[in-house]
């Protein structure tokens, strides 16, 4: 049995929110993530420089908690780093940044400068140069820019020209020379970078900025973000991109994750709430392990009931309106994304028996084809060669409840 046993806070108060990043406080499990990331970071500022840092690729599907995980990795660096004077910055990349390398590199450069956070104030020699290069940001609009960009005064004076790898460099030390052991450079959603063929060759040139900046010396850890299925384009278009990161793959949960993830909150916020374990062993079973589910699941279940017991009996007595909260949430846009011909292969996945099932079993023209569309779709799951499952049992008992409506 599970047993919050801090004082009773003050009724109503719900720590669970499955709209945004997880609270570095409520971050559960990825304990292996973790102890990379803080390794990495303490062997470099304590080897004077001599141990090089690991860059850290974090790949999964949407809400298993990439961008949370960056967010802790900010705050391990603010409050797990023993004393060690880091620079970080988290640029959140979209389809706009990411138009062309000269839009890229310049809102890489921009967004380093504009929004990082350090554990120990910056000395006034990086200040002032990081007002010094927003000050040509501001004044300047980009005429060329590349690996070795131009860019002109908007009052037509003389371009100017500036270099991403050359700029990052003094940077660098700038830094070094105030103290800094190492500098953080978060790109969240790099599969933004490979939206289109003309702007495919962005990781390609990431890539070369990354090694001159390791043959410099400059200390820089990259940790990038992205869709787990990812990698083979990242590998095929930039090669070799992807041997410059360790790559952790954020899966769902196990049984003990999803306690971690229902017990954390609970205890930092003094919740006293008993959650029996058949509830927590039934949370993981219906969402399969996902954190965006088992979020919105406690969400509603804290909404229900604040303290006392949780049992199984009241927790299946709350479920008819969770699998309607999460049909609103999510299942109907869902299925509207689907094809008419997709749709009626979801309602056959979900009438099946099994709940993984081979193209064989579904029988039918194009089935093949419409599984592949489903996947990439992110509705359906490959969980082996040639054996499929819808992406989550709620969505799966949502289907059984449409059904009829379908006929």
């Known amino acids: ?17 499955a709209q945004g990043p997880t609270n570095p406080k409520y971050y559960a499990n990825r304990e292996k993530l973790l102890l990379t990331f803080h390794r990495s970071v303490m062997a470099v500022s304590r080897s ?7 860059n850290i690729a974090v790949m999964g599907g949407w809400g298993v908690g990439k961008t949370s995980t960056l967010l802790k990795f900010k705050d391990m660096i603010k409050n797990e780093s023993e004393g060690a004077r880091i620079f970080s910055a988290c640029v959140p990349l979209s389809p706009n940044c990411c138009s062309d390398a000269d839009t890229f590199f310049v809102y890489l450069m921009e967004s ?52 991403f790898k050359e700029t990052m460099i003094k940077f660098w030390e700038k830094l070094h020379a105030g103290g800094i052991q190492l500098a953080v450079v978060m790109l969240d959603d790099i599969h933004y970078a490979l939206a289109s063929r003309e702007n495919a060759e962005l ?25 787990a299925n990812l990698y083979p384009e990242m590998r095929d278009k930039a090669e070799p991109f992807t041997r ?16 971690q993830l229902i017990e954390k909150p609970l205890e930092a916020e003094g919740i006293d709430l ?36 949780l049992t199984i009996m009241e927790f299946k007595g709350i479920c008819p309106a969770l699998i309607e909260h999460f049909a609103r949430l999510k299942f109907h846009d869902d299925l509207d994304r689907a094809s008419d011909a997709e749709q009626e292969l979801l309602f056959r996945m979900a009438l099946a028996q099994q709940s993984e099932i081979t193209p064989s ?12 569309r489903l996947v990439k779709k992110e509705l ?14 709620l969505f799966r008992e949502y289907l059984k409840n449409v059904r009829p409506l379908a006929e």
């Open 1 to 17: 049995m599970t047993k919050m046993t801090k004082a009773k806070t003050m009724r109503f108060v719900n720590p669970f929110n």
């Open 48 to 54: 004077g420089g001599v141990t090089r840092p690991v």
């Open 112 to 163: 380093i400068f504009r929004e990082y956070e350090s554990t120990v104030e910056l000395p006034q020699r990086v200040v002032d140069f990081i007002r010094e290069e927003l000050n040509v940001f501001e004044n300047w609009k980009i005429s060329k820019v590349s690996m070795t960009p131009e860019i002109e005064r908007r009052e037509h004076s003389p371009p100017r020209g500036i270099n």
């Open 203 to 227: 990781l390609y040139d990431l890539r070369t900025v990354m090694q001159g900046l390791s043959a410099s010396g400059a200390q820089f850890m990259f940790i990038i973000t992205g869709p």
């Open 244 to 259: 410059l990161f360790e790559r952790f793959d954020l899966e769902p949960f196990d049984i003990e994750g999803t306690r």
């Open 274 to 309: 008993t959650i029996d374990d058949p509830v927590v062993e039934k949370i993981h079973q219906i969402t399969d392990g996902h954190p965006y589910f088992l979020t919105v699941t406690m969400r509603d279940v804290l909404d229900e009931m604040n303290e006392g017991r």
């Open 361 to 372: 079993e579904l029988k039918g023209s194009s089935v093949t084809k419409l599984l592949d």
């Open 380 to 393: 359906v799951v490959k969980v082996a060669r040639g054996r499929y499952r819808l992406y989550n049992p």
